[in-house]
């Protein structure tokens, strides 16, 4: 570690004496602490739609209202030859027919699967920056608002969401939940404590900026495809 | 940020004028207004949603002191650290002492209107390094150098697609581009080459979660996403006001806060981060900081309009508002416009550089209906009109004016005489049209629009008349 930071202490202790003064508050603080900590513990949820019938139904729709498109497969193996087909299908004006290409990456779960069967060159490595295809897992999926929950990970590198012109999700039906708030729940029973990323992902990247057009796109994937297998 | 509030007026009768300004803004009541209004029906009970928006953030503000200390606990614990700047230079001395313990050469920055009110790009770049803004909007704006935001959810919301490409044909030394589409991906090439190869990435922050000590970063272009997973440091800025508890307020939060912004049910990248990254990761940051910032945010806790630290920034105030829509937003001179800015402006910079701000509104109170968070706007403009009055702030002849109204509206003869003589005098000044074309005092008035002349008798005369029959 290089040079100290100036006395962040200081700066501290003087904004939290400035903020118990303007809120009047002197003496001990226990019992706000303590009530506090209770807050935390009690996890209150506020009012919340309610969501009918089939959770993948729901995801589904919101997914789409979203710009996301959805396909259903039977199981795993068919991954690789939908992924093909979906490229193909694709149709692109002259300016954008690389992102067409059946180069890509994907994440480590996905490396034993016929890539080459399928005509694609798929590296299951970290995305560099310049793939034009990411094919990524995700941890659980929100139906409330169709979108997709990333946790980041040594084996989920979480850019290789984002940085591709496309980008296809594999999601498995059991892992779609009601809200958002169902997702933090199933990340603190099966995980403990949140990981460095959450990332939620719903659609892909677009900007209103210039005239308020929407364009899709802005940064990070063209489009976003969901796989739903099982 | 400079302050030029003080010019509203002035700069308002430009912009009343700006025929592109004004088809510009034109646009945001059929987008955002309607979109906003056709998103809330899927939030079965979108009131009750609001009161808990607003039970969240009070909560989170009375024992705000609390839940700070909590936050940077839990922060600390996860192996980032937590610093506090206690007004605008200081975020600008931290952020540069971050970059130089780290050797930054190149910063990628996420919008953060926190980072306006100290013009960090500025402090950045005159200490020699590169600063890239990366949401589209600001993108333009720093390449238009540096020209002020003028919405806090679409800056450029102001400008046309065709100063964009004359800009962009400019600064990038392409050929001109005409279409929304390609100037997004001209755009889109630049920055892609910024985000690999900065070393830090500097956001702004949603909200901090005391719980697990985390930020929430919004965006639907994804490059706070960008910006904070690929160089080695991440730096996140936000006021001490922008704690909530628990993830759960942070669902709550996030079914107010994109649909009334831009009437979206939810924006296409919410991000939690939490510390460095751990063993074994490939992307993300090496290095964690946050800059919780004062910076006049304890002057409005102890106020009496303490109610506008609730703001979630999500614009629905200004998108609302028929002042703002008719005078956009750089006639309110700072960083934060409309019925929000009108507050936050005159409480930052001094009710003496900005008393125009809080004056201009008609509190017809759109913008108090449809506040995800419950804030009374037109009431705290109110008590700013208050306070700029008995702080002696108003001009000589509106508080003479005020007087001699009191005087009379405090003796009940005199006030009958008084207007029973002064509708008669305006019947006969505005003549057969019905309509005052100039008023000798109330100019400011009758330059942009008639006034309807009263019918000739008094509210009480008429009363009587009609008790009668
Ligand atoms: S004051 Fe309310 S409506 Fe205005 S930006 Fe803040 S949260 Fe949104």
Known sequence: MATPLTDPRAARDAVLARVRSALKLTGDRGAARAAAEAYLAARAQGPRPRIDGDLTERFVLRAGHMASTVERLADRSAVPQAVARYLDALQLPPALAAQQSRAGVCWPEFAALDWAGAGLAIEARPTQGDDRLGITGCYCAIAETGTLVVLSGPDTPTATTLLPDTHIAVLAPDRIVAGMEDAFALIRRERGAVPRAINMISGPSRTGDIEQTIVLGAHGPFRVHILLVG | ????????????????????????????????????????????????????????????????????????????????????????????????????????????????????????????????????????????????????????????????????????????????????????????????????????????????????????????????????????????????????PTLEDVATLMRLLPRSATGQSISNYVDIYTGPKGEGEHHGAEHMYFIVVDSGRTGILGSEVREALRCIRCGACMNHCPVYQNVGGHSYGWVYPGPIGSILTPMYVGLEQAQELPAASTLCNQCGVVCPVMIPLPDLQRKLREQAFSRGLRPWYERAALKAWSFVALRPGLYALATRIGVRVMKLVAGRDGRIHRLPIGAGWTDGRDLAAPAGRTFRELYRARGAR
């Not at chain 2, 130089?100 to 005159?126: F, G, N, P």
């Not at chain 2, 600001?138 to 046309?160: C, F, R, T």
């Not at chain 2, 697990?212 to 730096?235: C, D, F, M, Q, R």
């Open chain 2, 1 to 244: 940020m400079q302050v030029s509030s003080m010019k509203f007026k002035a700069t308002a009768h430009v912009k009343l004028h700006d025929a592109r300004l004004q088809e510009n803004l034109a646009k945001l009541k059929p987008k955002f207004v309607n979109a906003r209004r056709n998103s809330l029906s899927e939030v079965d009970d979108f009131e009750a949603t609001r009161a808990a928006g607003k039970a969240i953030r009070d909560r989170a503000l009375d024992n705000l002191d609390v839940w700070l200390e909590i936050f940077e606990r839990n922060a600390a614990a996860r192996g980032a650290t937590v610093l506090f700047a206690e007004n605008p230079a200081d975020v600008n001395a931290l952020v540069l002492e971050i970059a130089a313990r780290h050797a930054v050469r190149k910063i990628v920055k996420v919008k953060s209107m926190v980072s306006e009110e100290s013009a960090l790009d500025h402090a950045i770049e005159a200490a020699g390094l590169q600063v890239v803004e990366t949401d589209l909007g600001e993108y333009i704006l720093q390449i238009n150098d540096y020209e002020a935001p003028s919405h806090i959810v679409g800056p450029v919301l102001h400008k046309s697609k065709d100063e964009v490409a004359d800009l962009f044909a400019k600064a990038h030394g392409t050929p001109r581009k005409t279409g929304v589409e390609e100037l997004c991906r001209e755009a889109r090439q630049v920055l892609r080459q910024h985000y690999l190869t900065a070393d830090m990435g500097v956001s702004g922050g949603n909200f901090f979660v005391a719980e697990t000590g985390s930020v929430v970063l919004v965006t639907n272009e994804g490059n706070a996403t960008l910006s904070t997973t690929l160089p080695k440091v991440h730096v996140a800025i936000s006021g001490i006001e922008k704690i909530v």
